[in-house]
Nanobody, 114 residues
């Protein structure tokens, strides 16, 4: 069974930065388009960023220019660099395959507040 473990969240002030990491078991990172999602309190999970096997990336309009997704296929890792954080970025962040998602991990909580 594939496991996804997200880490790197925390409390940060508006304008600050965080780097999230996602460790995946097996080789799913190497062979799939991967994505970061988030679920804000009381809202549905939404797609934040995705990155193809070749490294091409796309972002939700709300994070474009502030977030950067990257991957390390050899280490089965996916990252999300988040800069210029805003209170509305507060959410639990998850990583998964873009297509046919695996069982969701616990996610990592990001809280942006002064």
């Amino acid at each position: 069974q594939v496991q996804l473990v997200e880490s790197g969240g925390g409390l940060v002030q508006p304008g600050g930065s965080l780097r999230l990491s996602c460790a995946a078991s097996g080789s799913i990172v190497r062979f799939n388009t991967m994505a970061w999602y988030r679920r804000a309190p009381g809202q549905e999970r939404e797609l934040v960023a995705r990155i193809t096997i070749a490294g091409a990336s796309n972002y939700a309009d709300s994070v474009k220019g502030r977030f950067t997704i990257s991957r390390d296929n050899a280490k089965n890792m996916v990252y999300l660099q988040m800069n210029s954080l805003k209170p509305e970025d507060t959410a639990v962040y998850y990583c998964n395959k873009l297509n046919y998602p695996e069982i969701w991990g616990q996610g990592t909580l990001v809280t942006v507040s002064s």
